[in-house]
């Protein structure tokens, strides 16, 4: 008798258990992909060019064109289109290779983008909404 309430118990709580452990959880949240986060219209200026002065006032926009991936141009001539693979390093997303300099700050509020290419620096925020 003393064998039957034992597993009795058992079976009991091992259904207790069960049910605990098939209690729906809500699923995790993917992480959004970089170039989701880093797509926009950014606003800054041209603080450094080797072959031309500063200027203010210029657009950057970054567009998704693949999973961590964008195309990044502007509204000027000394800032040439270029194609950013990105990935995350610690609060900041950046192009990985190749000459260009992406770097996406953000623990900025907007976020703080730097670009570099052709010899030509350029440093804004991104652009509220966007």
Same mark, same amino acid.
Request: avoid cysteine.
């Given at each position: 008798?003393?064998?039957? $309430?034992?597993? +009795? %118990? ?7 258990? %069960?049910?605990?452990?098939?209690? &729906? ?10 170039? *989701?986060?880093? $797509?926009?219209? =950014?606003?800054? *200026? /041209? !603080?450094? *060019? ?8 210029? +657009? ?8 961590? @991936? ?5 509204? =000027? ?5 270029? @194609? ?6 610690? !609060?900041?997303? $950046?192009?990985?290779?190749? &000459?260009?300099?992406?770097?996406? *700050? ?8 730097? /670009? @570099? ?14």
């Amino acid at each position: 008798m003393h064998v039957r $309430q034992t597993i +009795t %118990a058992f079976i009991a709580a091992l259904a207790i258990s %069960a049910s605990g452990l098939a209690a &729906p959880r809500a699923p995790a949240k993917p992480r959004p992909d970089l170039a *989701d986060v880093a $797509q926009g219209t =950014y606003h800054g *200026d /041209v !603080n450094s *060019d080797s072959r031309g002065e500063s200027r203010s006032g210029v +657009t950057i926009t970054v567009t998704k064109i693949a999973p961590s @991936t964008v195309r990044v141009s502007s509204d =000027y001539r000394r800032l040439p289109a270029f @194609t950013a693979r990105l990935e995350r390093v610690m !609060n900041t997303i $950046q192009k990985t290779g190749g &000459p260009e300099v992406f770097l996406l *700050d953000l623990g900025k509020s907007p976020a703080g983008l730097d /670009v @570099t290419v052709d010899e030509a620096s350029w440093s804004g925020s991104k652009a509220p909404g966007r």
